[in-house]
């Protein structure tokens, strides 16, 4: 048994932030209560041993949920697996994570989705959700076999890293969605307005001399994808969101009642398209990153919840590949281990956001949208949670990351405020920054 004493405790779930001492037996949250005396707590062990931690200074929150990374297994298992990504899950304070479908082969029926859930399971670490594709092959045709997926384990449905550019089989898809009630993830990115961009299309990309994607590229499929989730009722979750154009949009299609909610990552909301610089590929990103207004209007849409949560993106290649030159390095940023802390010395320690809606953003609402457990420390919870220090500070170093990846605009930089020990399901698994 756990005693986590004189903690302060985060949980939108049931409105709480305010120091607490917490209890945690058999794998759930047992109790939480203002002060406990060793004999009340003894009572409770009912002889099994317990093990006090000081908690002051520190907070405890429910697990982070990310239901966007990229694990690369089964395939790329050079960029990363699923062992390794789900350690550095773990050291980054996440306790699920939802896995992304394009691999090679890409998941697109049950026996690959049973094989990512197994994979997870035997890694033992965080939870691995898989996500199966929408279409066969991620070709954007023919529907994949989304029921079957389900019963297999699938948590939702996606052809991210791929926009689906075939309207009618996005409306199918969501008609689907009513039959399996998970949600169909869209990565919003029109084909053609993309082209060969390389990066935002702007004053930036004219000064680098890179083939630009507009802004349009993005909120164009916003926009439809709103529609067709209007028309049939179906779950849409849109991923990624980067500009203020899909911020505006999403805001008038949740006042009309439609079924959608949104995510926006991390480096949309620390970085914008001004940092890019042509020998540095690894601020590069699908979708790019935006304007400063862009960045503001991301940050106002996750306060006033128009967009409903924060995922990663964790999107982990290889040195060699993001060493090639920025026009052919492939897009992505791997953070998993770095995420949270970047969140809070840029969006929390500046007052932009407080940590109550970081939490509610990327544990509360995850777990409400996609039907999971966790996202709560009420008693009989899952014990799925994060023991956070706002002062430890870390430099990354490539020696201490437990990700394959190395990919991350943090490295050699010092960060603040990091997990220090994270449990699922009541057994700790990291501990002073090292996964067990
Ligand atoms: O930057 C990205 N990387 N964006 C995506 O949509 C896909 C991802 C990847 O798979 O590398
Ligand atoms: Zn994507």
């Not at 037996?25 to 009340?40: D, R, W």
């Not at 994949?144 to 699938?154: C, T």
């Not at 919003?188 to 961009?197: F, Q, S």
Request: net charge negative; with cysteine; proline share 5%.
């Amino acid at each position: 048994m756990w005693w986590l004493k004189e903690v302060w405790v985060i949980d939108p779930s049931q409105n709480l932030s305010a120091p607490r001492d917490v209890l945690v037996k058999g794998g759930q949250v047992l109790e939480m209560s203002s002060a406990l005396t060793e004999e009340e707590v003894l009572e409770l062990a009912q002889g099994e041993q317990v093990e006090t931690i000081d908690g002051r200074g520190k907070f405890i929150f429910p697990g982070l949920i990310d239901v966007h990374t990229h694990l690369r297994e089964p395939g790329q298992e050079e960029k990363e697996d699923i062992l390794s990504g789900s350690r550095a899950a773990v050291r980054g304070g996440f306790t699920t994570i939802l896995a992304m479908a394009n691999t090679q082969p890409v998941i697109d029926n049950r026996a690959l989705v049973e094989f990512v859930r197994l994979q997870g399971e035997r890694a033992g670490y965080a939870h691995v959700l898989p996500i199966g594709t929408v279409t066969k092959g991620m070709q954007g045709g023919e529907l994949a076999e989304m029921v079957d997926m389900k019963a297999g384990g699938a948590a939702a449905f996606s052809d991210d890293g791929k926009n689906i550019q075939n309207a009618e089989v996005m409306r199918l898809a969501l008609e689907y969605a009513k039959l399996t009630g998970l949600p169909i993830i869209s990565h919003c990115e029109d084909k053609d307005l993309a082209g060969e961009g390389q990066m935002r299309r702007g004053m930036a990309s004219a000064r680098m001399g890179l083939k630009g994607i507009p802004a349009s590229a993005e909120s164009v499929i916003v926009a439809r994808d709103l529609l067709l989730a209007e028309e049939t009722g179906g779950k849409l979750h849109l991923a990624h969101i980067s500009t203020t154009e899909s911020v505006d949009l999403i805001r008038q299609a949740k006042a009309r009642g439609v079924n959608v909610s949104a995510e926006v990552n991390p480096h949309h909301l620390i970085f914008c398209e001004e940092e890019l610089s042509i020998t540095d590929t690894a601020l590069k990103v699908n979708p790019p990153l935006g304007s400063r207004r862009d960045r503001e209007s991301l940050i106002e849409g996750l306060r006033d919840g128009t967009l409903d949560m924060i995922a990663t993106d964790h999107a982990p290649h290889t040195q060699s590949e993001k060493a090639r030159p920025f026009a052919e390095a492939p897009f992505g940023i791997a953070s998993l281990e770095t995420a949270l802390s970047a969140v809070w010395q840029y969006l929390v320690l500046s007052g932009r956001l407080s940590l109550d809606r970081v939490i509610e953003a990327w544990s509360v609402s995850p777990a409400k949208r996609f039907g999971l457990p966790g996202g709560s420390l009420k008693p009989g919870a899952p014990a799925d949670m994060v023991l956070f220090d706002p002062d430890y500070s870390e430099v990354i170093d490539s020696a201490q990351l437990v990700s394959k990846a190395r990919n991350t605009p943090f490295l050699g930089k010092t960060l603040q405020g990091f997990p220090v020990m994270v449990w699922v399901e009541g057994r700790l698994v990291q501990r002073n920054r090292s996964v067990i």
